[in-house]
């Protein structure tokens, strides 16, 4: 009889477990963690994102040892079971997550190194260059690979978050149909949420959750214009698809390291504790007679030893000059009313400049060739990114926009992997809107 009653019991709670888990998600000195993402490791689709105060609340079929990933740009993932989450007493309070810090940039630890001199001669430093690329073919594969990623973009402004979008996808890379040494990523957004404060639901609504973007993009060329085919194109799978796919393209680490390899004067070295060394690569880009300015800097931290890459950053300066500024038309304002925290509504706006930064990190994984084999290859684990921007206009109006994104790999899969259908790729992203309060 006590054996049934066990039974019982355990069926009941695994029952219960159908129902609504609720917890707080707060940093290592216990303030709350806004807008971080909690969702079932099985089906991240069935998640949502913390309040303000930290708190989270969302319902799911779900057994007590189902994993619960919590995550938040410049954080650590977290993985906390189900159990946790619902066998919550009044008693006991609410069940606390704490994230630890990881930070985007890794421009700390650039600084602290100390740079040697003796390697910066041209020969050296094209021979330390040749052995870190040789490592680099070693590690990083050339076959098919099947990311699937939770892709998190967080948008704010004067400190304020106003709103967040998800995105969950697969992505294919085909090294064998590359060009010119990139990578053939190919993009396919599942599933689509996007997380607004209750306050600025009414404001987003008009304006993401309607046609206004693709609207903005038709009026940007004449009818049957190839730019225009082109933008029509891109809105036809999703407006904010673009930003997710263009998260995981960016910082192609052995690409951009096999372009530069022979631009040895632009190359620095940082000699670092731990048995670490930093290679930095600067680079200036100009266009437009000036008018379009940037400064990017690629920081490869390596084993001073092996010469394998460890960790990978990216930091670039952005500046755009308009002699005559661009004049926006209605829906535009509207898209800067819905960025710009005042409440003041921006009735004329001439874009004249944009200035800005962005940081970049991409964190790896390794994995063995075979299972019989010692020797590993490496693929994506996670990228993260920041991007400060300041968008100028007329009579000294300034917006500024803060992006915090970031994409992690929840499973990967290497072999027998098949390239996107073209309906896979262009087929419109099922989207939700949710508020959080």
């Known amino acids: 009889m006590r054996h049934i009653l066990i039974e019982m019991k355990t069926l009941v709670f695994i029952l219960a477990l159908v129902s609504t888990f609720i917890g707080r998600v707060v940093d290592q000195n216990g303030e709350p963690i806004p807008y971080a993402t909690v969702y079932p490791e099985i089906a991240p689709e069935w998640g949502t994102a913390t309040n303000n105060d930290g708190f989270f609340r969302f319902e799911a079929n779900l057994t007590k040892d189902s994993r619960i990933i919590v995550s938040c740009i410049g954080y650590e993932k977290k993985t906390v079971l189900a159990e946790s989450l619902y066998s919550v007493s009044p008693e006991d309070g609410l069940y606390s997550v704490i994230l630890k810090e990881q930070p985007i940039a890794l421009e700390e630890t650039v600084v602290a190194a100390k740079k040697s001199k003796q390697r910066n001669k041209r020969k050296q430093m094209a021979e330390l260059l040749h052995a870190v690329y040789v490592k680099l073919e070693e590690q990083f594969p050339d076959d098919n690979a099947q990311y699937q990623v939770v892709s998190d973009v967080r948008m ?3 400190g304020s978050t106003w709103g967040m ?19 053939s990523v190919q993009f396919q957004g599942r599933f689509c949420k996007r997380f607004f404060d209750a306050r600025k639901r009414a404001q987003a609504d008009s304006i993401l959750a309607s046609d206004a973007l693709e609207r903005m993009e038709q009026k940007a060329a004449p009818k049957g214009h190839p730019a225009n085919m082109l933008r029509r194109a891109a809105n036809a799978v999703d407006s904010g698809v673009v930003v997710h796919r263009a998260l995981f393209g960016i910082g192609n680490m052995r690409y951009d390291f096999e372009q530069a390899m022979t631009d040895t004067k632009h190359w620095t070295v940082s000699n670092e504790s731990e048995g670490e060394t930093v290679l930095t690569h600067t680079q200036s880009v100009s266009r437009y007679l000036g008018c379009f300015k940037m400064t990017f800097q690629r920081h490869y931290i390596i084993d001073s030893r092996t010469y394998e890459v460890r960790r990978f950053s990216e930091h670039a300066e952005v500046k755009v000059f308009i002699p005559f500024g661009i004049k926006l038309n209605a829906d535009q304002l509207q898209m800067l009313n819905l960025v710009n925290m005042s409440e003041n509504s921006i009735e004329k706006f001439r874009l004249k400049r944009l200035r800005g930064s962005v940081d970049l990190n991409t964190i790896y994984q390794r994995r063995p060739v075979t299972s019989a084999s010692s020797a590993e290859r490496v693929y994506i684990l996670e990228k993260n990114m920041i991007c400060d921007a300041h968008i100028l206009g007329s009579k000294n109006a300034e917006i500024p926009l803060i ?9 990967l899969k290497t072999e027998n992997v098949k390239p996107l259908s073209p309906s896979q790729i262009t087929r419109r992203v099922r989207r939700e809107i949710v508020e959080i309060y």
């Open 156 to 158: 704010l402004s004067d």
């Open 165 to 183: 979008e998800q995105m969950i996808a697969n992505i294919v890379v085909l090294p064998e149909r590359a060009k010119e040494g990139r990578d």
């Open 403 to 411: 992006i915090k994104a970031t994409q992690r790999v929840t499973d």
